[in-house]
T-cell receptor, first 113, second 117 residues
Framework: AQTVTQSQPEMSVQEAETVTLSCTYD???????LFWYKQPPSRQMILVIR??????QNATENRFSVNFQKAAKSFSLKISDSQLGDAAMYFC??????????FGTGTRLQVTL | GAVVSQHPSWVICKSGTSVKIECRSL??????MFWYRQFPKQSLMLMAT?????????EQGVEKDKFLINHASLTLSTLTVTSAHPEDSSFYIC?????????????FGPGTRLTVL
């Protein structure tokens, strides 16, 4: 079974600074997808960024980028120029051939002035 | 595009009653829908996978007789919590997979908060 581990229950970053959220996963599959989801206080799950395992190039979406290390099974999220609206729970998720999402335990990100 | 709705957004019921939660894909057809449960300050836990026109596949430890799932059309899946008890109180989230999706991406509904008194 696949597992996703987020070792940082909480993180804090100052506005305009950069923060990196960690995620590791375990799988025996060779073809899979990785995601970062944001869950603000409204609890609506919002897709932040996705990465296909077969792509070596790290995905980027505006201020959000990932560092995907396939051999190390690591998938970290970097948020640049942090904004107050970035404050939320962030979940790392894995989807393999079964298409089911396996979520990590989440990291609560606080953004301070 | 890719909007998923849930109804109701919150519900309070008495112990022993049944509650139905609807999940609809508004602008796409979803061959597969997923139901999750989220306890306060915890992650999402997959309860079951719902495929249109067939029986749902439940995750280990989920009581299929308590959590009835029906996926009668390509845009609607329902979760019925039967004989609800206070321990069933939780936040229930559905997601839908667009049949055209290339990335196995799931689109999430806004969730339903269930409180059982």
């Amino acid at each position: 079974a696949q597992t996703v581990t987020q070792s940082q229950p909480e993180m804090s970053v100052q506005e305009a600074e950069t923060v990196t959220l960690s995620c590791t996963y375990d799988t025996s599959e060779s073809d899979y997808y990785l995601f970062w989801y944001k869950q603000p206080p409204s609890r609506q799950m919002i897709l932040v960024i996705r990465q296909e395992a077969y792509k070596q190039q790290n995905a980027t979406e505006n201020r959000f980028s990932v560092n995907f290390q396939k051999a190390a099974k690591s998938f970290s999220l970097k948020i640049s120029d942090s904004q107050l609206g970035d404050a939320a729970m962030y979940f790392c998720a894995y989807a393999g051939t079964a298409s089911k999402l396996t979520f990590g335990t989440g990291t609560r990100l606080q953004v301070t002035l | 595009g890719a909007v998923v709705s849930q109804h109701p957004s919150w519900v309070i019921c008495k112990s022993g009653t049944s509650v139905k939660i609807e999940c609809r894909s508004l602008d796409f057809q979803a061959t597969t829908m997923f139901w999750y449960r989220q306890f306060p300050k915890q992650s999402l836990m997959l309860m079951a996978t719902s495929n249109e026109g067939s029986k749902a596949t439940y995750e280990q430890g989920v009581e299929k007789d308590k959590f009835l799932i029906n996926h009668a059309s390509l845009t609607l899946s329902t979760l019925t919590v039967t004989s609800a008890h206070p321990e069933d109180s939780s936040f229930y989230i559905c997601s839908a997979r667009d049949r055209r999706a290339f990335y196995n991406e799931q689109f999430f509904g806004p969730g339903t908060r269930l409180t059982v008194l």
